[in-house]
């Protein structure tokens, strides 16, 4: 079955710093690569996705990148701030990686 | 407002005593699933139904239950509870097959069971 990596489990930045969260997968069934943001006793929602046709997608300050050769893709956050600070969850083919803690200090 | 309701919230209760969460979303969504979410092991499907009548097993099935009798319901029934199934439990719904389309999930409900 598929299998979802995630990378790292935990991440702090300085606030106006970049952030990146990688995910590797192991099938190619599935085309579709969600990033997922959770806030503290919140329900997951969906930040940002990607299909397998094309190798990036950007909304403002988040960006996604696949590489289907190497079957991975990152979650990329510029400029972050404090309310970026949540855990981050990458889904491939239904399957959840462990997820990212991130956090922004001020 | 497009939406998908569980209900409880929260539940206390101990071993062996029946339980049902409901689950019910109003976007008319083929696909709906079940997962818990347990510290550091991110999310893992429970069950899943690509439509009314079809359901089938995630990752997680073993002591849980389904049933997909119309299209907005999918409750989650835990004939007889165990303290292993202490979790927070998501429900979440999308237009189709859930592995290729964005995933609305419901506010959590959050089970003790002693």
């Known amino acids: 079955g598929e299998n979802v990596e995630q990378h790292p489990s935990t991440l702090s930045v300085q606030e106006g710093d970049s952030a990146v969260i990688k995910c590797t997968y192991s099938d190619s069934a599935s085309n579709y690569f969600p990033w997922y943001k959770q806030e503290l006793g919140k329900r997951p929602q969906l930040i940002i996705d990607?299909?397998?046709?094309?190798g990036e997608k950007k909304d403002q300050r988040i960006a996604v990148t696949l590489n289907k050769t190497a079957k991975h893709f990152s979650l990329h956050i510029t400029e972050t701030q404090p309310e970026d600070s949540a855990v981050y969850f990458c889904v491939h083919s239904m399957r959840f990686g462990a997820g990212t803690r991130l956090t922004v200090k001020p | 407002e497009a939406q998908v309701t569980q209900n409880p919230r929260y539940l206390i209760t101990v071993t062996g005593k029946k339980l049902t969460v409901t689950c019910s979303q109003n976007m008319n969504h083929e696909y709906m699933s079940w997962y818990r979410q347990d510290p550091g092991l991110g999310l893992r499907q429970i069950y899943y139904s690509m439509n009314v009548e079809v359901t089938d097993k995630g990752d997680v099935p073993e002591g849980y239950k389904v049933s997909r009798k119309e299209k907005r319901n999918f409750p989650l029934i835990l004939e007889s509870p165990s303290p292993n199934q202490t979790s927070l439990y998501f429900c979440a719904s999308s237009f189709s097959q859930g592995g290729n389309q964005p995933q609305h999930f419901g506010d959590g409900t959050r089970l003790s069971i002693l």
């Open positions: 990607i299909r397998s046709n094309v």
